[in-house]
């Protein structure tokens, strides 16, 4: 702050000891050592790889901080508008190898370590994923810190720092077991912040009473307190100096009087306990993917952070001694997912009942603030939260939501006067006993603007679960802002060799910056050497994932092997079930194949990755039905090459960016309509993996972009999904023969057990194919034989890979950031300035 900077007259000593970033060897080497021996109190006699690892991230941590710290002192000054970014998930991964690249010394890195005697590839993998975050959503979040810092754009995260992240999954017998991932053990990439507080309030009551001017007021009272403290982490953009900050809270008891007698009086034990129950809050990441399940400390994580987060943003504000009619052209806010939607009653409080300010002013300034981004059709998905829980935990909000409804549903009324059923169908008030929040409906009423993240789901939010929000609000509220991926870690880092082919073929690594410029590579695509140069990566890449697979899975698989790749969240919507039900097909047919049609055979290594959330029984079972298959296939000597199964045990990001860069094939294989729209189908493409994949999500623009003739689609299209659904629940249907036999071998004890797999069976068989496994099993199975013939045609092949890298420049997530900066957020860029003297 103004108050705490150093007078004029002393900024000239200041100045001259500003620490500068180290740039040569020597230098980075020089800084490395000096935090092994004094920061961490090693030395050369005491030095293994995990200190080689934390003194290089700290010498890396210290140029990021002084780029932050320009970062910040510019966008203060600058007083434009920032971006803040809400998120109950960053899902970041590792940090250093992302720093050396965005900061262009990782060349400079590994020469130093080298010459300490460390290999760079060993003191980067001893780097623990940062992994706050579930799939998709939170990886999407991390993603597009990376992009607004190296567009620099001024913009904050905010999320919770969670004590555990996702558990990491071990695979025991064959079946997923959960283990607590504690990751906070060292991790040089956070800065606790224990001077930055906010004290959020639960529970309590409201008391409400007319001033002395008429005018009804309200305040929350009593209840429990718990304390917020700040802790930073530098988000480093690509080759710029723009370094922004994402803020993550964690809680702690608020120490206060009363805390203090309890601990004098002998209640020791009752004082840690208050401790300890604070702490809980951000103890840990709740393990679903497109599940909601209406937990009350889910709800409490959720308030405090929305608190904690808009108290922040509200101190910034009013720093700025501004007028509140100014308050959205400075601050603009993304919700990611409905998780954040109490920011909206929370700044409705702040706004009324703190500062004075009238209804409409503060409705008015709230929804020009608010942004929603939408993820999920899936009804399972959509939160809903119990209007008692939320009396008795937020007694204010619930009356704010109340308002905000009334003033709604009058306006709904006013406007469709003749249209009684309306207003229960689009009330944030579901009529059920209990009575439920619909918090997707309080996000949109109290947004300007509703995004989808691919073509086909945000057609489709306008047409069921919107529906009537159109009519009310018109079509200009909605929009589209389809996914994109950072190249910068997706490529750049995840694929090096692939970077620096395509950067000597284009003259440098602009396209790191601008994606479109790939485009160009589609010049050299009949050029021999490149070809060669671009296969011989791709094969370079499964040697190294063969090399993972026999270490961790024990089985040796042939890198010439067609690798066929399905890596994401276990969900029965994503279909990995179908995924293995063609394997064992593949497997019976081999079986039973001459010797003479085995020679013809193209071999395939099926990989299988993904977590399920622990109570998700069908979810798990299909990771066993998989870990059984890959038992059997793989020790029967009648199949050896021809087809190995393995299940990568674990996935993350790290090892995602082993596993994206080795794929021939990827699946992307969701029942049309339910993927809203799948990120890591852009990765594998960007990498030349080819892709099956249904009519589903970003699938679809994934193949305007490239040609129908570079990607394997198939199976039913979404407008005929109601139909078939409909028809399985009120006509007799067949079960597709070749699956038919598939289910018998697996009830005939082919893969152990049977019971184990009855319900997953059923599911199909019985209750209705709810995700028409069945109906597109022949299709599925077809467009696999399909992609045999094609892989074998290697020149064919090598021209799909090539032009679909080509080709997708469109899936950065810069051109994302720069769609919602522009249709959404109405912010511009501001580049960090050197400290004016
Ligand atoms: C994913 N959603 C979508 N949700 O499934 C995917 N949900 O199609 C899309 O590409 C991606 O978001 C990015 O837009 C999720 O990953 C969750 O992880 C989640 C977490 C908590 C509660 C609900």
Request: charged share 25%.
């Amino acid at each position: 702050s103004v108050e705490a900077s150093i007078p004029e007259p002393q900024r000239a000593a200041w100045r001259k000891f500003t620490p500068k970033p180290f740039s040569t060897t020597e230098e980075f080497e020089k800084e490395t050592v000096r935090h092994i021996e004094t920061t961490l109190a090693r030395s050369l006699y005491n030095c293994d790889e995990a200190a080689a690892y934390a003194g290089t991230a700290l010498a890396f941590r210290d140029r990021l901080v002084l780029d932050w710290n320009k970062t910040q002192q510019t966008q203060t000054f600058a007083d434009q508008k920032r971006i803040y970014y809400l998120s109950l998930e960053f899902l970041m991964g590792r940090a250093l190898d992302n720093a050396m690249l965005n900061v262009d010394k990782k060349d400079v890195a590994r020469e130093g370590l080298d010459d300490l005697g460390f290999r760079m590839e060993d003191i980067i993998s001893q780097e623990h994923d940062a992994a706050l975050g579930n799939g998709g959503l939170g990886r999407l979040a991390a993603c597009f810190l990376d992009s607004m810092a190296s567009l620099n754009y001024p913009a904050w995260g905010y999320g919770l720092r969670y004590r555990y992240g996702i558990f990491k999954q071990e695979i025991v017998d064959g079946y997923q077991v959960e283990v607590p991932d504690y990751w906070l053990d060292f991790n040089p990439w956070e800065f606790p912040r224990h001077d930055i507080t906010v004290d959020v309030q639960f529970y309590g009551n409201v008391n409400r009473w007319q001033d002395d001017e008429g005018k009804q007021q309200s305040s929350w009272e009593g209840g429990e307190i718990v304390k917020a403290i700040a802790f930073d982490v530098p988000i480093p953009g690509y080759k710029t100096p723009t370094c922004n900050n994402l803020r993550l809270w964690g809680s702690k008891a608020a120490s206060g009087e009363f805390d203090f007698q309890k601990f004098n009086s002998g209640e020791y034990e009752s004082s840690v306990a208050d401790q300890q129950r604070a702490e809980t809050i951000s103890a840990v990441l709740y393990p679903n993917d497109n599940l909601e399940r209406g937990k009350e400390l889910r709800l409490k994580q959720q308030y405090f952070w929305c608190a904690a987060s808009l108290y922040d943003i509200v101190r910034r504000f009013k720093k700025s001694k501004r007028p509140w009619k100014d308050f959205t052209s400075q601050v603009a806010i993304q919700l990611n997912d409905t998780h954040p939607t109490l920011a909206i009653p929370e700044l409705l409080r702040i706004l009324i009942d703190i500062e004075g300010l009238e209804w409409d002013e503060a409705w008015n300034i709230v929804q020009k603030t608010f942004g929603y981004t939408n993820h999920t059709v899936l009804p399972e998905a959509l939160e809903k939260w119990s209007v008692p829980l939320m009396q008795h935990l937020l007694p204010r909000h619930l009356q704010i939501i109340y308002d905000i409804n009334l003033h709604f549903l009058q306006f709904v009324e006013r406007n469709f006067p003749k249209d009684r059923e309306m207003l229960s169908r689009v009330s944030i008030i579901e009529e059920s006993s209990p009575q439920m929040v619909r918090m997707a409906y309080l996000a949109l009423i109290g947004s300007h603007k509703v995004n989808g993240v691919a073509e086909l789901h945000s057609d489709l939010i306008k047409t069921t679960i919107f529906k009537d929000f159109v009519k009310i609000y018109g079509p200009d509220k909605f929009t589209n802002v389809t996914n994109g991926i950072t190249p910068r870690r997706w490529l750049h880092q995840a694929n090096p060799r692939l970077s620096e082919l395509i950067a000597s073929k284009l003259g440098g690594h602009e396209f790191l910056k601008d994606l479109t410029l790939l485009h160009k590579l589609e010049s050299f695509v009949d050029e021999k050497e490149f070809r060669k140069d671009f296969r011989d990566i791709k094969y370079a890449n499964k040697v190294r994932l063969a090399k993972h697979i026999k270490e961790h899975n024990g089985v040796t698989v042939n890198p010439a092997a067609l690798f066929d790749v399905q890596v994401k969240r276990i969900h029965e919507y994503k279909r990995q079930q179908l995924n293995i039900f063609g394997v064992i097909h593949r497997y019976l047919q081999l079986k039973s194949m001459s010797a003479e049609d085995k020679k013809k055979a193209q071999p395939r290594v099926s990989i299988f990755g993904g977590k399920a959330a622990p109570g998700y029984w069908m979810a798990k079972t299909v990771i066993h039905l998989v870990n059984q298959v890959g038992k059997v296939v793989n020790s029967d000597p009648d199949v050896g090459d021809l087809l190995k199964v393995i299940f990568l045990e674990d996935y993350n990001v790290s090892k995602a960016e082993i596993i994206t860069p080795a794929s021939d094939i990827s699946e992307h294989i969701s029942t049309a309509g339910t993927e809203a729209s799948g990120t890591s189908n852009m990765k594998f493409c960007l990498n030349g993996g080819l892709i099956i994949g249904t009519c589903d999500g970003a699938n679809i623009e994934i193949t305007r972009e490239i040609g129908e003739q570079n990607i394997f689609l198939f199976g039913n299209l979404a407008e005929d999904v109601e139909d078939l659904r409909h028809a399985h629940l009120y006509e007799k249907y067949e079960l597709d023969p070749q699956l038919a036999k598939v289910f018998e071998s697996i009830r005939s004890g082919t893969f152990g057990d049977a019971g184990q797999f009855g319900a997953l069976l059923n599911g199909i068989v019985e209750h209705g194919d709810y995700y028409l496994v069945s109906d597109d099993f022949a299709s599925y199975v077809k467009t696999q034989e399909l992609i045999d013939e094609s892989f074998k045609n290697t020149e064919e092949w090598t021209s799909k890979m090539i032009l679909s890298v080509a080709r997708m420049g469109f899936f950065s997530s810069d051109r994302c950031i720069d769609e919602y900066a522009e249709a959404i957020w109405n912010v511009e860029p501001l580049v960090p300035k050197e400290d004016e003297k």
